[in-house]
């Protein structure tokens, strides 16, 4: 049965008046706040606590309604904060009517004189900054649990609050902390959450227990939740830091100021372009966590946490995790994974698999957003039950599979096919992406949709829309053309053309593969669907790297640089790539647009700027002409280990075996060091 939360004097009562109090403190606090750092850091802890709480009871006053085990939980950490209130209250007292002096001309006072005047202490700031914690502790808890529009609303107001932080040293400090933000990626899961599906798990009594911190870990085997997301296709990316380094980002956003000790790492790393090493990182989270109740993360696809070695580095994150964070409460999503080391062995296991129920709302729904489909159900009164019924059985408490099912159905142009696909579901998934993969080669887009797939399949990293559409468009271009703006695809007709196999983050405008399971097929039948997939990327590479609007050579400012960048969104990728596409394939065609680029000094430099300039740099004035001048196409050629074509440079009148350049390097040089 569902119930409504307690009212005044319960958890209604207390969330009011936690506003009031937060509302309240800032008044007398924050007129100080423009004289000393510490009394900033505390009213803006105020103003977040205010914001969560104004969240939670617009979440959980009437006539909202929930599950009695979701009752029970949310109101324990709700009155968790009562004696947090209290101290507040008692604060509040004793600050009103104090005023801040008024120093007018004597602002130029020293420190020690205004201290004179200064009613608060430090150790009561401090003191108010870690109730406000603990209660946000709790708060943020009681929203988990919730499950407030995802977490993503709550990383919305966090995100708020940072920017409200105002100066782009801010931004500065949080981007160096880690450039991943993995609450854009919970936002755009949230974004994809059917409305009334999964509430089982919210009220799994194991969940509950790791919830109220009665259970340290928790494995969950099958879906996704929150926070940080393993990937195997950015595995370029993902080592220790990377991952410490997003949590420790995040803990900071969760503070809305700046720690002193992370400021004084980032002063002390800053005018190098270096970033933390793991053992500063892992201090940073000691730090940031010791104050803590308790601290909650989870990670989604720890079986799929390993390095660009592909070696599995998961058992020592959640090492040094454990190692770093006396309080941790760990959630982790995973397939089943061998331990050999007995790490997960304290581990509590929830199977994670959807209900017919959830299946079926997730069908109802999918349905309606199917304009021809759903015209077929209104005309047919028993098909919209011989769907649910078809779909459901045959997906097995799968959602990628009913989705597949309905993209199928969807296809259909009349009555009779759609009843006939019914009647013959795919039984596995690899039968739902063969037909899927049929439905694409029958259709008019299918170069478009085959091009769009082998990008996707075999580019080295994840690649954004904008750079898959310039990187399907080159190949249209004509010898003489000279901008590719014109003939871009439009992003609806290449999600349709791919009819259900990718999916685009809306969050980070990642393309991908609507499923892990779709990769390791297209990988699987590759040789099929895509037998020269690395030939045909690594010419579209040379043909975008040869575009006349690069004649000019390296951009001379970072203004300028960035510019090119923007409006050239494959360059990057083909500057750092192309090497790897083509270093095992033949043929003139391939060979004499190679050659033509490499011996064009002003493309091969544009090139050679973005190849040799890492975003890190960024952090310092004139970081664009960090890079090797007189690097010529036969340096460029050797630092990928291109055999074949160098053989061919040499050749030609042009190439200097021996040159250097502006490092003093020489071709082999280059080749050595990579190994070529």
């Known amino acids: 049965m569902a119930e409504a939360l307690g009212v005044a004097g319960s958890a209604v009562g207390i969330v009011s008046l936690g506003i009031q109090l937060t509302q309240g403190l800032p008044k007398h606090y924050g007129s100080w706040k423009d004289q000393d750092n510490d009394i900033s850091d505390m009213c803006a802890s105020l103003d977040s606590l205010q914001r969560t709480l104004t969240i939670l009871l617009e979440t959980i006053q009437p006539p909202a309604r929930f599950g009695m085990s979701i009752k029970d939980s949310v109101e324990k950490n709700v009155h968790h904060i009562n004696g947090a209130l209290e101290k507040l209250e008692d604060e509040l007292r004793k600050v009103q009517g104090t005023e801040p002096p008024k120093l007018g001309a004597r ?32 708060l943020e808890l009681a929203l988990q649990v919730l499950q407030v529009g995802g977490i993503s609303d709550i990383r919305h107001e966090v995100s708020l609050l940072v920017r409200w932080q105002g100066d782009e040293e801010t931004q500065s400090i949080l981007s160096w902390l880690s450039s991943v933000n993995f609450w854009l990626k919970q936002a755009d899961m949230s974004s994809q959450k059917q409305t009334g599906t999964g ?27 929150t926070f940080i997301y393993c990937n195997r296709e950015e595995n370029l990316l993902q080592k220790i830091e990377y991952f410490i380094g997003a949590i420790v980002r995040q803990l900071v956003e969760r503070r809305q100021a700046i720690p002193k000790d992370v400021r004084t790492l980032y002063e002390k790393h800053h005018g190098m372009g270096t970033t933390p090493a793991c053992a500063e990182y892992l201090e940073l989270l000691q730090s940031l966590t010791k104050e803590c109740s308790e601290v909650y993360v989870v990670i989604d696809a720890l079986d799929e946490c390993i390095d660009k070695n592909g070696q599995i580095i998961w058992n020592d994150l959640l090492t040094k995790l454990e190692d770093s964070v006396s309080n941790l409460r ?7 994974i061998d331990d050999l080391a007995g790490i997960l062995a304290g581990s509590t296991r929830i199977e994670v698999r959807a209900s017919e129920a959830d299946i079926g709302a997730y069908v109802q729904a999918q349905i309606k957003s199917k304009h021809l489909l759903f015209e077929f159900c209104q005309r047919d009164s028993n098909l919209r039950d011989d769907i649910l019924q078809g779909v459901v059985t045959k997906a097995e408490g799968m ?16 009555l009779r096919a759609v009843k006939k696909a019914l009647r013959e579901l795919p039984a596995t998934l690899d039968d739902n992406y063969n037909e899927a993969m049929k439905r694409i080669k029958q259709q008019p887009n299918k170069i478009l949709a085959m091009r769009t797939l082998s990008w996707i399949v075999y580019a080295v990293r994840p690649l954004q829309l904008e750079e898959v559409l310039h990187a399907i468009a080159v190949d249209d271009l004509e010898p003489d053309g000279k901008s590719i703006s014109e003939i871009l695809t439009p992003r609806s007709v290449v999600v349709n053309a791919c009819a259900g196999m990718i999916k685009i983050d809306e969050e980070t405008n990642i393309i991908g593969l609507v499923h892990k399971t779709a990769q390791e097929y297209l990988e699987r039948s590759g040789a099929e669907h ?29 203004e300028l640089f960035e510019c090119r960048l923007r409006e050239n969104t494959l360059l990057d990728y083909a500057a750092r790539n192309v090497g790897n596409h083509i270093r095992e394939e033949t043929g003139h065609s391939l060979h004499d647009l190679a050659l033509k680029f490499l011996l064009d000094k002003r493309k091969v430099s544009c090139a050679s700027q973005v190849l040799f300039i890492v975003p890190k740099g960024r952090w310092t004035s004139e970081y664009s002409q960090d890079f ?49």
Not at 399 to 414: G, I, P, Q
Not at 646 to 667: H, N
Request: net charge neutral; glycine share 4%.
């Open 399 to 414: 959602f990628l599979a009913a989705r597949l099912h309905v993209e199928s159905l969807a296809s259909k142009t009349n």
């Open 330 to 336: 760990l959630l982790y999503t995973s397939k089943h």
């Open 107 to 138: 602002s130029a006072m020293r420190r020690h004189v205004r201290r004179a005047l200064y009613p608060f202490r430090e150790e009561t700031l401090s003191k108010i900054q870690r109730v406000v914690s603990e209660a946000r502790s709790n």
């Open 199 to 225: 509430q089982w798990l919210l009220e799994h009594p194991d969940f509950l227990e790791w919830a109220k911190g009665n259970k340290e870990t928790v494995w969950c085997l099958g879906s996704r939740l």
């Open 628 to 676: 090797p001048k007189d690097f010529h196409g036969v340096h460029y050629a050797s630092y990928f280990g291109l055999m074949d074509i160098i053989k061919l440079l040499f050749e030609s009148p042009e190439v200097d075996v021996d040159s250097k350049d502006t490092y003093d390097r020489t071709p082999l040089s280059w080749a050595a060091e990579r190994g070529a």
């Open 530 to 558: 895509f037998p020269d997939a690395q030939r045909d990327i690594g010419i579209a590479c040379l043909k975008y790297l040869s575009l006349d609007v690069f004649t000019k050579g390296y951009c001379s400012t970072d």
